[in-house]
Nanobody, 123 residues
Framework: QVRLAESGGGPVETGGSLKLSCAAS????????MGWFRQIEGKEREGVAV???????LYAQFAKGRFSISRDNDEKSVHLQMSNLRPDDTAMYYC?????????????????WGQGTQVTVSS
């Protein structure tokens, strides 16, 4: 069974940067789709960015121009470089993975979810 381990969250000031990382273990192949969702307190979980093994990406509108997703298929890992962070980026960020070869998008029925890593942006 795939396990996802996130790292890299923490406190940061407005305008700062953070890099989130996630590594998949317990599986031989790299997931077709890996990426990030987030949940702001009191709101529904939402997609941030996802990437498939061919390099295709999907970004949420709020992430475009500020966040960048990357993957290392050999390492079965995905990263999210976040810059110019704002207080409204404060959220729990979750890594996701899916092995089905379709639907690398913001649908919430992903096969695996990490425990989450908290990002807190202070003003």
């Amino acid at each position: 069974q795939v396990r996802l381990a996130e790292s890299g969250g923490g406190p940061v000031e407005t305008g700062g940067s953070l890099k989130l990382s996630c590594a998949a273990s317990g599986v031989a192949a790299s997931p077709y789709c890996m990426g990030w969702f987030r949940q702001i307190e009191g709101k529904e979980r939402e997609g941030v960015a996802v990437m498939n093994t061919r390099g295709g990406t999907l970004y949420a509108q709020f992430a475009k121009g500020r966040f960048s997703i990357s993957r290392d298929n050999d390492e079965k890992s995905v990263h999210l470089q976040m810059s110019n962070l704002r207080p409204d980026d404060t959220a729990m960020y979750y890594c996701v993975a899916d092995f089905r070869g379709f639907g690398c998008d913001f649908g919430k029925s992903k096969e695996a979810w990490g425990q989450g890593t908290q990002v807190t942006v202070s003003s």
